[in-house]
């Protein structure tokens, strides 16, 4: 029997922080294996919502 | 009957179409006559007119006003018989109001094989209300006789059942129809599509034809008091985006085949009741970070197929373990540079070990 421990990287946001690499966007993120700390940064939920939009464009389709 | 009124009338044959036969103790209101009006072919809307009998023989009756007698000088107690209306007008059958005098020996009236004696010329007259299917007889000897006819000078109104055969028909091309693009919008710029059904205001829709779409985009957005979709075969369809959107009173989707699918943009967008999605097989996507967006009391959703993009689901607070535990499962073991996101809600919901094990996805809580 083989028995091996998976380590996953888990970073976590400050309060009123939204950690983002500009593409994903989360308060707590579990990064793949090929995924490092430093790409990562804070941003505030004010500038995270600003990120987002809502309704389909037909230049969308 | 004014246009506004026929029309409405129309929409009401509709209604007891799948109050009735079709579709039992189910509600239907179709809000937009235009729509209907342009589904259907309609072409004559006049009003009931009186008819001109004089062209069948008839002449103008000396004591009922707008009435006419027939045959030679009955003053004088002389004997005849005539018809009103001929085959050739009568291919498709017309509404009439037939009202009729007569006495003497004998007088009678045969409306659609049915013969019967007048006898009274000064008070009481005989009167028929409805469909004419074949011409008007009457024979009468020593006596008086005036008839006069009131008809439609369009063809009646359809039946229900023929209205909704004609209507969906039409709509469907008999069945052969793939594009649905914006079928059953209730209207948005995002999806036109001309020909289709705009301001579907049910709580359901019954086509005739079971829905195969190649393109469904849009297909029942905007329908807000949708509260069941109808079935549709989904497995020629490659794009499903905004489909849903903003189909507010869905409670209940699925399940849905899509094994040529490969855009899910927005396609549940504001489905802000929407609880289960039953099952989604969708092997092909690439895109699905949209397809959730604003359904916050989804509850359950099952995907049967592995997921290859890029997935969102935090607007979705209320989602079960099991559901959690499926989404999780099913994230590809190939994809690579690939994040799923989950609320923050579903943190510890999901077995560490098998969070663990998807070493090739970021898994985001937001």
Redesign the interface.
Known sequence: MTTST???TVITADDGK??TNG?????????????SPETYREITVEEYQATQS?E???S?? | MTTAERLTQIAGNVQNVYDSGIDSGRECMLSNLDDLKSSVSITDLSNTQSVDITQYGGQASTVHDGFYNFGADFDNFGSGSGTIFTAAELTTPKQCTITAYGNGNYASITINGQLTTITDYTSTPFVFSGLVTSPISFDYQFGECDIKVDAQTSNPLPSGTELYNALWDSFQNSGNRTNYRGMISQGSSNVPNPGSFGGWMSKYIIPKYVIKPLDSYGIFSFCENLIQAPTVDFTITTKIDSAFFKCESLKRVGPLDLPSALSFGYTFLRCSNLETISSIYAPKVTDWTKAFMQCPLLKNITFAADIIANIDLHWSTLLTPASLTNIVTKLSATATGKTLTLPTTAVGKIDSSLLASKTNWTIAYL
């Open positions: 998976i380590t996953r939204v950690l593409v994903i966007y989360g308060t707590e993120i579990i990064l793949s294996d090929t995924e809502e389909p464009t037909e969308e389709e």
